[in-house]
């Protein structure tokens, strides 16, 4: 009863969660998929909801569009279905959007946060074209209403049209797209243009360069979609492997988020870059970079929720990356560093006591691979720790690059005016496929030594030194200080462990006591074995062979079979670790077998315990053949030790004993 109490109860927990799971839903729905230039539309985000109230609505626009919103309003449905009501609780948030150029754009996804997460939808495309002299449906008819929609609610009262006379400010990145050409086709990028489609309906087109590049030279990886109108992107999208490379992600091109009408042949497709990195290779070989791919819906069936979709997969591209050459290589070079940099330096302060110490930062900038370390100039009496590092890397004009400092921190441990000396940065250019060194001079130091008296300039004297007395005078307490004349050296006194047997004596009572308790650890060891030898299974099974062997020559034959069966059990306990007694003759076939005991061992063992008992109830009468039953105890005591020595010769069951 307990039992299926809590099953119900967690039953109805797990309902509760899915039902407060699924009452918070998103839809966005766009108003047309084609408009004209300078035509209004709207998006319309609606997000049911049960006790968690949603805010923040958002939509993404991308840029060459204008527009308001969103305006916000609440909205109540109540459902009677077979006498259960049904209350729904919305929200819906309206964009008014007009496009300021042809093209195809993708718009979204809408989000809006709901229990303390933002709850994402799906993205939805607008198709633009060319506008014509004709009004469409929903357009101004003066300075009056829409036509169609009976309430603006971005202009309630109809007194003005936002759209007729200058756009309003364009929401954040906004930007007017290219005119159309003579064709009707916008200007695009020529970096969009293909030879021929590999597809009909739509394909991926990635593109690296260089693809022979040495260590840690950038390449730029770019990666396009190309779709005939009526199909679009789904959100799908695996990215691809780099293994091997340092990647950067871009996400400051202004062409991933537009998309271009293009003609390829004499059809029409729409186009986009939507992924774009720059990729630095860490090893040597021919690394790969690997497919991306990309779920692409019919735009017929994307409002529904229900799209047909099919995946594409752009090529894979294989990368040479060799070492930068030898030929002219400083001996301080690091592999990897490739780009083009500058280095500058500097050191605060310029006046200190020894002892104390400076502060070094050292700043590397320029495009490319930023190295990860700058050897400090070697000398004596300077300790330089290991510095902290900061950087700001960012994209310049296509390339990455930026600057990173090292702060060093400089210990001065000698007095005078020390030259630092300068920071040399070797890197390779992959501009003129040669190295270059970068320098940046530290300067000089002014480091004062400290005495007694004071601190005094580097160079002076000071007092002067007063000569120690003879070695062997007591008044010696400074044996450091340097002897002004020659005499004999004193003798030292000795010592009880100056003496060569000393340690050898000391050691000896340990090495005594260790070697003690280690005899006697071993002796135990070895009586313990002899004890466990003769109370082991096969010592047992020795001895009952002994006994069973004796009673046969005595003619007892109830004695040896007991032995007999004794051995059985001892063999199976052994062998397959089953208490076999407490087991019926009809079910230990099984039993063994199960334990994995070789079949014809266990039937022969079974048929055994068998023949003892029918030795054991088997009476001499006065017309019984003493001679034959003799014989039958003597093939039985045989046929015992065959299959018992058998067993115990075979592998044995590791896991506990069962019954």
């Given at each position: 009863m307990k039992r299926s109490l809590a099953v119900v109860t967690a039953a109805i927990a797990v309902s509760l969660t899915c039902l407060a799971s699924a009452q918070s839903s998103l839809s966005t729905q766009l108003s047309a998929t084609t408009v004209q230039v300078g035509q209004r539309f709207s998006i319309q985000v609606t997000c049911n909801y049960g006790d968690e109230t949603p805010s923040d609505p958002r939509l993404p626009v991308p840029q060459g569009f204008e527009g308001q919103g969103p305006s916000i309003s609440n909205q109540q449905s109540i459902s009677i279905v077979n006498g259960h009501m049904e209350r729904k609780t919305g929200l819906v948030a309206t964009w008014i959007l007009a496009a300021t150029a042809v093209g195809r754009y993708r718009i979204g996804p809408a989000s809006i946060v709901i229990g303390g997460k933002r709850l994402v939808?799906?993205?939805?495309?607008?198709?633009?074209?060319?506008?014509?002299?004709?009004?469409?449906a929903g357009a101004q008819t003066g300075r009056g209403r829409r036509l169609g929609i009976p309430f603006d609610p971005f202009d309630p009262f109809g007194g003005s049209d936002p759209f007729s006379g200058p756009m309003f400010p364009p929401m954040p990145g906004m930007r007017i797209l290219p005119s159309p050409g003579d064709d009707g086709i916008p200007t695009y990028p020529p970096e969009l243009d293909v030879a021929k489609a590999r597809d009909q309906l739509a394909f991926l087109d990635a593109r690296a360069t260089p693809k022979r590049v040495v260590i840690g030279e950038q390449i730029r990886l770019n990666v396009y979609a190309y779709n005939k109108p009526g199909m679009s992107e789904a959100v799908n999208l695996t990215e691809p492997s780099l293994d091997g490379f340092l990647s950067f992600r871009s996400d400051h091109d202004d062409m991933l988020t537009r998309a271009f009408a293009i003609r390829i042949g004499d059809e029409r497709w729409m186009a986009r870059k939507f992924l774009s990195y720059a990729l630095f290779p860490t090893k040597t070989g021919t690394l790969t970079i690997g497919p991306t791919v990309m779920t692409f819906a019919t735009q017929s069936r994307l409002l529904s929720g229900n799209a047909d979709t099919a995946d594409r997969k752009s090529a894979p591209i294989a990368i040479v990356v060799e070492e930068p050459p030898l030929s002219g290589r400083p001996s301080f070079y690091h592999l990897g560093d490739v780009g083009q940099f500058k280095l500058t330096a500097s050191v605060e302060p310029r006046k200190i006591n020894v002892g104390e110490a400076v502060s070094v930062q050292v700043d590397v900038s320029g495009t490319g691979q930023l190295p990860q370390r700058v050897d400090p100039p070697e000398q004596t009496g300077l300790d330089w720790l290991e510095p902290s590092v900061s950087q700001q890397v960012g994209e310049q004009q296509d390339k990455v690059g930026g600057a990173r400092q090292f702060a060093f921190v400089v210990r001065m441990n000698r007095a005078g005016l020390i030259d630092l000396g300068e920071f040399r940065f070797a890197y390779f250019d992959p501009g003129s496929r040669k190295y270059e060194v970068a320098r940046a001079k530290l300067g000089i130091v002014e480091v004062t030594?400290?005495?007694?008296?004071?601190?005094q300039p580097s160079g002076s004297t000071g007092a002067p030194m007063q000569a120690p007395t003879s070695p062997g005078s007591p008044d010696n307490a400074?044996?450091?200080?340097?002897?002004?004349?020659?005499?004999?050296v004193p003798v030292a006194p000795r010592h009880l462990a100056d003496s060569a047997n000393f340690f050898q004596l000391l050691l000896a009572g340990p090495l005594s006591v260790g070697l003690y308790f280690g005899l006697k650890a071993a002796g135990g060891k070895v009586q313990k074995r002899r004890r466990f030898?003769?109370?082991s299974a096969k010592s047992q099974i020795n001895a009952e062979f002994a006994a069973a062997t004796k009673a046969l020559g005595a003619s007892d034959y109830g004695t040896m079979t007991s032995s007999i069966e004794r051995t059985v059990h001892l063999a199976i306990e052994d062998r397959a670790r089953l208490r076999s007694r407490g087991i019926l003759r009809s079910e230990l076939l099984g039993r063994l077998?199960?334990?994995?005991?070789?079949?014809?061992?266990?039937?022969?063992?079974?048929?055994?315990?068998?023949?003892?008992?029918?030795?054991?109830f088997l009476s001499i009468g006065a017309n019984t053949n003493a001679k034959a039953e003799t014989d039958t105890a003597v093939a039985l005591l045989s046929d015992a030790k065959k299959w018992v020595l058998a067993t115990l010769d075979g592998p044995r069951k590791k896991t506990g004993f069962s019954s």
């Open positions: 939808d799906r993205a939805v495309e607008v198709e633009v074209v060319a506008a014509t002299s004709r009004p469409q030594a400290v005495t007694a008296a004071g601190p400074n044996p450091l200080q340097p002897r002004m004349k020659l005499t004999e030898a003769a109370s077998t199960a334990a994995q005991m070789d079949a014809s061992i266990a039937a022969s063992l079974v048929e055994i315990l068998e023949r003892c008992d029918e030795q054991r």
